[in-house]
């Protein structure tokens, strides 16, 4: 529907604008009203309804969020909680960093929805793959261009990529040189290319990655090889990137695209992306 309105050239998205004219278009009774920076000590992003009558629904985002990609995100995450959750959750929804981070439906149904629906809003597929074809190995140079066209931080246009390449590749972030948590593409899933945290006993960082120990290095163009053992049982190239602001590691790590080990027999789970888009859509 937005193609066709404005054309294929519309990134980035004015999501603040779209969420109060779609909502007062489609729903005019029960619309959204106000977007507003808010103290929230613990919140990225709330959706609550006015108390008095007629006041429609706010959405608030944190003035902690300095990144502008990081605020749009959050506004279309809560612009997708009252699209599809404001029935079931009458009282809105709060919304913590992870929340926003995380969009494995295993962590958080209702969360990943948000969260595809506001990737699906602030990058198109068919937009974001012709800025990164499937079959390209991409860089965080490539997608710090991409995220900017697109009006994203770094770290949503990098799972938006992973949740369509035909490569082997994982996103790794990283807190005090333990990972937090790791996002593989489908392709590096299906072949066992990946690393697991929840549940298990924190993993720290390899010594040999640039990242460890190493809270300045921001050099994105110098990746680093590892021999197998090191971040997996294969050799992987690994892009590091630390964002000082958030106190964050990033590792993208590409991987050779012959898998080396045998499939993995059963079906990975199935994840928000599966759940929303229709079969023929996949
Ligand atoms: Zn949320």
Redesign the pocket.
């Given at each position: 529907m937005l193609n066709a309105v404005h054309g294929p050239d519309r990134f980035p998205v004015d999501v603040e604008r779209l969420a109060v004219e779609y909502s007062s278009n489609v729903f005019p009774n029960d619309p959204i009203t106000k977007i507003v920076p808010r103290d929230f000590p613990d919140f990225d992003?709330i959706l609550r309804k006015g108390n008095g009558q007629g006041e429609g629904w706010r959405i608030g985002y944190s003035t902690r969020i300095t990144s502008r990609g990081r605020i749009r995100f959050t506004i279309a995450?809560e612009f997708g909680?009252y699209l599809v959750h404001r029935l079931k959750y009458p009282d809105g929804?709060s919304?913590t960093p992870e929340?926003?981070a995380i969009w494995d439906s295993e962590y958080n149904r209702v969360?990943a929805e948000?969260n595809l629906f506001a990737a699906s809003l602030l990058m198109p597929l068919d937009a974001f793959r012709r800025a990164i074809p499937d079959s390209m190995d991409a860089t965080f140079s490539d997608l710090n261009e991409v995220a900017r066209q697109f009006g994203v931080s770094l770290t949503a246009a990098t799972l938006r990529w992973l949740g369509y390449t035909q490569k082997r590749a994982l996103l790794v972030v990283s807190k005090d040189d333990f990972v937090l948590w790791s996002k593989p593409s489908r392709p590096a899933l299906r072949s066992g290319a990946f690393i697991r945290t929840a549940g298990l006993s924190p993993k720290a960082v390899p010594p040999a990655s640039p990242i460890r120990c190493n809270p300045n290095y921001a050099d994105i163009d110098d990746p680093v090889r590892h021999r197998p053992g090191i971040w997996l049982n294969e050799e992987v190239l690994e892009y590091p990137l630390v964002i000082d602001q958030y106190e964050l590691g990033m590792s993208l790590l590409l991987l050779q695209n012959a898998s080396p080990v045998a499939e993995i027999d059963e079906e990975p789970v199935e994840d928000a992306f599966d759940h929303f888009m229709k079969p023929n859509q996949r």
């Open positions: 992003g995450h909680h929804v919304c929340d926003l969360e948000a």
